[in-house]
């Protein structure tokens, strides 16, 4: 690589039309003797094709010497410290080790000051080596429906930032265009405008890079070896996400869009960008992480950002972890108290549950302190019972009935006895409340069972609603896609049309010169015929009054009449003639015969002979230009229709895209309230299921207070009030 001197012009630089211009006359305009008289790559009017960008116009020319093709970058603008930058870009990677490279992605140049002539003035050129290989975006294009493809390219790009990272240099405008992709699927850099090495460390930056790519902190300031970090960072991530999933290059990507996954827009409002929340929400962890990671990247200083490579390693170890495990849900394991493990496994709050109330009645536990009642059926009670034992041993009545009577009224003082205490009235009560407490409460089997299938409703309609999101996102993506495809296509015919008419215009061109010549030179044979009188110089035969017969039958210049026609005269059986009017028209002239009308036929083909060869043979220089003025008119009417149709294409272009945002942000807006009322969802199911778990509880121990005190009444049985009476318990 060779730098010239370090002279050059201050003056204005050409524009790129100027630049085409010259580059019209190669053998005139260079000195370099492989650039004198090489072929320009032209457009399809015949003019060299520019590539034109924001400080330089690139064209293609093939050497006719060495048969090589270079890429010339002509400046457009005055770049300060220009050829001292290139001198050191220059000096820098001519230094490298092609070996210790990862590839071969850097090409050579040549910076030629005074190298080409425009008007009066010479300017310097950048020759550089050209690249066989496309544009990073032509290649996604071809290659994103291939994963494994795609992936290789995401670590030959990684290995690449590895190699500048390590070399301390910086490109400074990673993007699509400025990645070529060889046939060997290895990456060339181009465009050295903005680079960075060690040696112009103190220097400002020249561009901030392509906005699609670039930080939202990156400043006019920024210049060092970290400029390439977030730019990497994002070609990274798209790189892998397309890997990953290659349908997002159809869902993010927009045709001929200048960008591959992510805009300027999503890395300035990351929170309202439907592009980044599609990769944040994504299944493959490794697309989220990267997402997430960039997010967080777009609101940190340059010299803050990691290189690519350092953070490269630890995303790749989760790569392995499969999409299903990361959306789905634990797996339902038995939980305590009863209730689904679904239920305890992240819908149920792991802080515990309060304390559930206890029942509101408790069961007395059996009879308490004795009344005066008590006392005295306990003291009449065996009285009784000893006069009936007495009465019957000593037969005073006269059956066992009647000595039984005693004994029965004993039993019935007790019974009354018993009847007054308020312990089994306290204890129906209360068992009747429990009961009726109990009732009110639902079957925590059956309410349990009915919160799962409504949660198993709602599982399947969300996850029915979040498949459909995407599956939206690419419907309003392809019709837009459409609509752009279309409004290309329809650029591309109207524009083909056009071409043609402008290609077709040298041959109208020459087409409207031939007839405007054809028209004079009739024009000029019509008035020299019609100023040959036939009285005048008349043809041999023809006296003065044949010459009148024929001028009263209209016929008395050579311009009246055009031949004659022999005609068969039945009433004298001989051949006679009509002469044939210069309207078509037939006349028959009394006197002229075959023979005459032949001597007038030959005397004006003599006449037509003479005046011909006296005819103009070309136009005027006025008649020419006229047709000209013409033709470029219509050129220039052409020229601007083609305009139009670009400007129309343009305009349905925005429409199209504009109706993509507006419908993405409808479906975004849609999507986020649709997640804001399953969350509110969930909410409500992890509390019904604390409600129901806390209702279990409950339930158990209702159950558990009525089984008591069904226990209990048994402790208040006549048994037991007679125990009561004698033992107090």
């Not at 399953?678 to 558990?704: E, K, M």
Request: glycine share 6%.
């Amino acid at each position: 690589m060779n730098v010239g001197p370090a002279t050059g012009p201050q003056r204005p630089f050409p524009s790129g039309a100027q630049y085409a211009e010259a580059l019209q006359h190669t053998q005139l305009c260079f000195q370099h003797p492989e650039l004198v008289g090489a072929r320009p790559e032209l457009t399809k009017l015949g003019l060299p094709r520019a590539i034109s960008g924001a400080f330089a116009s690139v064209f293609s020319l093939t050497s006719v010497d060495s048969g090589k093709r270079y890429a010339i970058k002509c400046f457009t603008r005055n770049v300060p410290d220009q050829e001292r930058r290139y001198q050191a870009i220059s000096a820098r990677l001519a230094r490298l080790d092609p070996a210790e490279l990862s590839q071969r992605w850097n090409l050579g140049f040549e910076y030629l000051t005074d190298a080409i002539s425009v008007g009066p003035h010479r300017y310097p050129v950048l020759k550089m080596e050209w690249a066989e290989a496309v544009t990073l975006s032509s290649w996604l294009d071809d290659n994103h429906a291939h994963p494994s493809a795609v992936d290789r390219l995401a670590d030959r790009f990684e290995a690449l930032t590895r190699d500048l990272d390590a070399l301390e240099i910086a490109h400074g405008d990673l993007q699509h265009g400025n990645l070529l992709v060889a046939d060997d699927d290895t990456l060339r850099l181009v465009d050295y405008d903005g680079m960075y090495v060690p040696e112009l460390a103190g220097m400002s930056g020249t561009e901030r890079g392509h906005r699609n790519y670039q930080s939202p902190m990156r400043g006019n300031d920024d210049f060092g070896a970290e400029l390439d970090r977030f730019s990497a960072w994002v070609i990274f991530l798209s790189l892998k996400a397309i890997a990953s999933d290659p349908a997002l290059w159809g869902r993010l990507h927009e045709p001929r869009g200048e960008f591959l996954l992510l805009t300027e827009d999503d890395f300035k409002s990351p929170g309202g960008s439907t592009r980044l929340q599609t990769l944040l929400a994504h299944p493959d962890r490794t697309v989220a992480g990267l997402a997430d990671q960039l997010m967080s990247l777009a609101a940190q200083p340059l010299d803050a950002l990691p290189p690519l490579a350092l953070v490269v390693p630890k995303q790749r170890s989760t790569a392995t972890t499969s999409a299903s495990s990361v959306a789905g849900n634990p797996p339902a394991s038995p939980a305590a108290g009863g209730l689904p493990g679904w239920m305890m496994t992240g819908h149920v709050s792991a802080k515990a549950a309060p304390i559930p109330p206890r029942p509101s009645e408790a069961a007395p536990s059996g009879f308490q302190t004795r009344t005066l009642l008590d006392v005295v059926a306990a003291v009449l009670c065996p009285l009784l019972v000893i006069a009936t034992v007495v009465m019957y041993v000593a037969g005073f009545w006269a059956s066992p009935i009647g000595a039984g009577v005693p004994g029965a009224v004993a039993v019935a003082l007790a019974v009354f006895a018993r009847s007054r205490r308020t312990e089994r009235t306290q204890l129906r009560a209360t068992l009747n409340k429990l009961t009726a407490e109990l009732a009110q409460l639902d079957d925590p089997g059956k309410a349990a069972e009915k919160l799962q299938k409504d949660r198993a409703k709602f599982d399947a309609a969300e996850a029915k609603r979040v498949s459909a999101f995407p599956k939206a996102q690419d419907k309003v993506t392809a019709r837009c896609n459409a609509e752009l495809r279309e409004a290309e296509q329809r650029k591309v015919r109207k524009q083909r049309d056009i071409d043609r008419k402008i290609d077709g215009l040298a041959e109208e061109l020459r087409r409207d010169l031939a007839r405007a010549l054809a028209d004079k030179q009739s024009a000029y044979v019509r008035d020299r015929l019609g100023r040959q009188l036939i009285a005048q110089s008349p043809p041999p035969g023809i006296g003065p009054k044949l010459a009148s017969r024929l001028a009263a039958a209209g016929i008395r210049t050579a311009a009246d009449f055009k031949g004659y026609r022999p005609v068969q005269n039945t009433h004298y059986n001989s051949t006679g003639a009509v002469l044939v009017l210069s309207n078509g028209g037939v006349v028959d002239v009394n006197g002229i015969g075959e023979a005459k009308a032949i001597a007038l036929d030959v005397w004006r083909k003599r006449v037509v002979a003479a005046v011909e060869a006296r005819q103009p043979n070309s136009l005027s220089m006025s008649e020419r230009q006229l047709i000209e003025r013409d033709i470029a008119r219509r050129g220039a009417q052409l020229r601007d229709r083609r305009k139009d149709v670009e400007s129309e294409t343009d305009t349905l272009r925005e429409q199209a895209h504009k109706r993509k945002k507006e419908g993405l942000e409808r479906l975004n807006h849609e999507n986020l309230l649709a997640g804001d009322q399953a969350r509110q969802r969930r909410q409500d199911f992890g509390r019904r299921a604390t409600d129901l778990q806390q209702n279990s509880v409950l339930h158990g121990a209702l159950s558990d207070a009525v089984a008591t005190a069904r226990l209990q009444q048994r402790g208040l049985s006549l048994g037991s009030y007679v125990r009561f009476l004698y033992i107090l318990r």
